[in-house]
């Protein structure tokens, strides 16, 4: 069974930084891309970033590109999202996904979420 466990969201001010980290269990994800999605209030989820866990290739969204790292830890089976400059716009409850090959179509498991709250 899959699962996919984020932690690591908080209260942080304008300006700060957070590590968001989702631990990966229930198969081998090295053929997997995993990614992180944001859902805030009465608004659509939409992308962040993602990573394809062979080979590292890493996709963001323009809105974090530059503020926002993905990365993997393969001893730990977890996957990371640094958070620098946060805004409060960046305000949401953040989720970890993973797709199996060949990356087409909707994600295939999905976290529970961990909320980040920026304030100004």
């Known amino acids: 069974q899959v699962q996919l466990v984020e932690s690591g969201g908080g209260l942080v001010q304008a300006g700060g930084s957070l590590r968001l980290s989702c631990a990966a269990s229930?198969?081998?994800?090295?053929?997997?891309?995993m990614g992180w999605f944001r859902q805030a209030p009465e608004k659509e989820r939409e992308f962040v970033a993602a990573i394809n866990w062979s080979g590292g290739t890493t996709y963001y969204a323009d809105s974090v590109k530059g503020r926002f790292t993905i990365s993997t830890d393969n001893a730990k089976n977890t996957v990371y999202l640094q958070m620098n400059s946060l805004k409060p716009e960046d305000s949401a409850l953040y989720y970890c996904?993973?797709?199996?090959?060949?990356?087409?179509?909707?994600?295939?498991?999905w976290g529970q979420g961990t909320q980040v709250t920026v304030s100004s």
């Open positions: 229930g198969r081998t994800f090295s053929s997997y891309r």
């Open positions: 996904a993973a797709k199996r090959r060949p990356f087409v179509g909707t994600y295939d498991y």
